[in-house]
């Protein structure tokens, strides 16, 4: 038994946790005795249940991804109670074959003990990864980005982006409000598989900013970080000449008709060209369009 934990201790995946358990059931018996549809669904059985613990045991009390519901494979229930019930039909296997070099006690007292070589996976798991990933994203030069686990912990902001909110006052707390709502689909795609999300990249309108998104395996890993990088929304480039020559008298003067006879054109220009410049800017009304083109350098302060 203590054998048996010990080396489920030093599994460095969970394929490799899994494997352990397989191979203890298929060395136990003897060839004519090994069952490939028993075994290949002990595999599967036991791979939903440690991954199911696995998930659970990653930080959640950190600022999350919008992942929805991460229950893993449909399973319902307590991951532990599965656990155990596989480990029985695992145990059962060995019990039914009186020439099996060993009988199933191992596996029936060893149900917590697993469960803890999976909890302790997660946590070794959280802190290598994150170390590869962000090592590469403290490196000068890099752009500023937030690191997710796959089942949606924040884990990681590096001085880039520390940086980019100081120099631009983005507001820290809208800012990882929209990008959890992003990286959610990225965050289930790393954990569950299926589809890619349909969108790697997406603009914010509040805080102004461009977020891209991506899954990063480092080399030699078998567990993924979700990487979302930052960069500024350069609504400037976006409004014309006459957009921002209207929103700036707007702002000033405060009426249809004095941006007219300021710019000497007709009303109905005026009402296309701020119409425009509203939606490039992602406003609504003049005083959310005034607060956005000063904190973009576009109108003075008074």
């Not at 054998?3 to 030093?10: I, L």
């Not at 959280?126 to 590469?136: G, N, P």
Request: with cysteine.
């Amino acid at each position: 038994m203590a054998e048996f934990v010990q080396q489920a201790n030093h599994a460095s995946d969970l394929t490799r946790l899994v494997d352990h358990v397989v191979s203890h059931v298929r060395d136990g018996l003897a060839p004519r005795d090994r069952n490939p549809a028993a075994l290949k669904s002990l595999r599967e059985r036991l791979t939903r249940n440690l991954e199911a613990i696995l998930a659970e045991s990653l930080p959640n009390d950190l600022p999350r991804a919008d992942v929805g519901d991460l229950k893993l494979h449909g399973d319902q229930g307590d991951p532990i109670v599965s656990l155990l019930e596989t480990l029985g039909a695992a145990a059962a296997l060995l019990d039914a074959v009186p020439e099996a070099r060993w009988d199933g006690a191992v596996l029936r007292a060893s149900g917590h003990a697993l469960a803890d070589a999976s909890r302790l996976l997660a946590n070794r798991l959280c802190a290598l990864c994150t170390l590869h990933v962000v090592r590469d994203l403290e490196e000068l030069g890099s752009p500023p980005a937030l690191v997710y686990l796959p089942n949606g912990s924040l884990v990681w902001i590096n001085s880039a982006l520390r940086q980019f909110n100081e120099a631009r006052r983005v507001d820290r707390e809208s800012l990882i409000e929209g990008v959890g709502a992003f990286a959610g689909p990225f965050c289930r795609y790393a954990l569950l598989g299926g589809k890619p999300p349909a969108r790697n990249s997406v603009r914010l309108d509040e805080p102004a900013v461009h977020l891209k998104g991506e899954v990063v395996t480092p080399r030699g890993a078998r567990e993924s970080s979700v990487v979302i990088t930052v960069s500024e929304a350069r609504r400037a480039g976006e409004l014309s000449k006459r957009e921002l020559e209207a929103a700036r008298q707007l702002c000033t003067d405060g009426s249809y008709q004095a941006v007219a006879d300021k710019l000497g054109i007709s009303l109905d220009s005026v009402r296309t060209h701020l119409r425009r410049a509203y939606r490039k800017l992602g406003v609504s009304n003049r005083v959310a369009m005034k607060d956005r083109l000063i904190r973009e350098g576009l109108l003075p302060r008074r």
